[in-house]
């Protein structure tokens, strides 16, 4: 099997990086993966002492084949810092694994991604795997431990310097997009929260990486591998978070705690209908209204 380099994109939040670390060096491919960790550069003056507290821990860091540590002298923000990262380490590897700060990782998390890079290679409708699954349940007489939906996620994900390289970051059709009814409904089947996410985007409400890979994704009809037992788990819900705000309740995800090193993959012949319509109501109107009212009554007591 061919191996895949480990992208750890890290800010200021010292205590979940140590556990994203961790649970990372526990995985049976650490010790012969290559880990390149991107440390951006402080947003105000009072967070440099966090940030060089995380520099000086990240010189520590071992159990990996190589490590390499980049250190950006300011601030990228998480968008830029991924799409410039990611596309460096691209000049040299064919696929890459990126996680970010917050997340905890099951023993075979390494195991499943490079199963899965290889499986699906040469399968050019696939656009990535994701480590993260919401909690969807399963089908009577599952023969898969995965599945496939029409919408990537970026809590723990991979994918091939071919695909990467076909994002258009500029979003070039954009104004077509917006006036365009059926493809902004169709576009919506991967989530209700994605039109929303990309006019914000385009106004500069917002600075995402992720809406703009999921568009490239809806408008190369590509696929994305899932796992029916979650091997991430994300801890990063709480005050110190740039991006992962309120009640995680809707997110938290059935973990493989079997933590097998050999899967079942299916075929990248299209999307589950079964896991499709249930991703769909986890992403639904409802559910986010939902998730704002958990969030608000967090917030109260």
């Known amino acids: 099997m061919k191996l895949a380099p480990i992208l750890l994109f890290t800010y200021k939040r010292f205590e979940t990086l140590i556990g994203t670390v961790n649970a990372l060096k526990e995985n049976n491919l650490a010790s012969e993966s290559d880990l390149f960790i991107f440390s951006d550069g402080p947003k105000r003056q009072e967070d440099m002492g966090q940030i060089l507290a995380i520099r000086k821990y ?34 040299t590897y064919d696929r890459v694994i990126v996680l970010e700060d917050d997340l905890k990782t099951t023993k075979n998390f390494l195991a499943y991604m490079n199963a899965s890079l290889d499986e699906y290679f040469n399968h050019k409708n696939v656009f990535s795997v994701s480590g993260f699954s919401f909690d969807l349940g399963t089908q009577k007489d599952e023969r898969y431990d995965s599945y496939f939906l029409n919408r990537g996620w970026s809590w723990g994900w991979a994918t091939w310097k071919d695909r990467w390289e076909k994002v258009d970051w500029e979003v070039k059709d954009y104004q077509d997009f917006r006036n365009n009814t059926k493809a902004r409904k169709r576009f919506s089947l991967g989530g209700s929260d994605l039109n929303g996410m990309l006019d914000n985007q385009m106004s500069n409400k917002l600075d995402s990486w992720a809406i703009r890979w999921f568009y490239s994704q809806f408008k190369l009809e590509g696929l994305t591998l899932y796992p029916i037992h979650s091997k991430v788990y994300n801890c990063g819900f709480d005050n110190d978070a740039t991006h992962t705000t309120g009640s995680d309740k809707r997110y938290r995800p059935n973990l493989d705690i079997l933590a097998s090193n050999t899967f079942k993959l299916p075929p990248a012949t299209g999307i589950s209908e079964f896991y499709q319509n249930r991703f769909q109501n986890k992403m639904g109107v409802y559910s986010r209204i939902r998730s704002k009212f958990e969030t608000l009554f967090k917030k109260i007591f």
């Open 58 to 91: 990240l010189k520590t860091v071992d159990g990996f084949k190589n490590v390499y540590v980049i250190e950006s002298p300011e601030n990228k923000g998480l968008a830029k810092s991924i799409i410039s990262g990611t596309s460096q380490v691209m000049e």
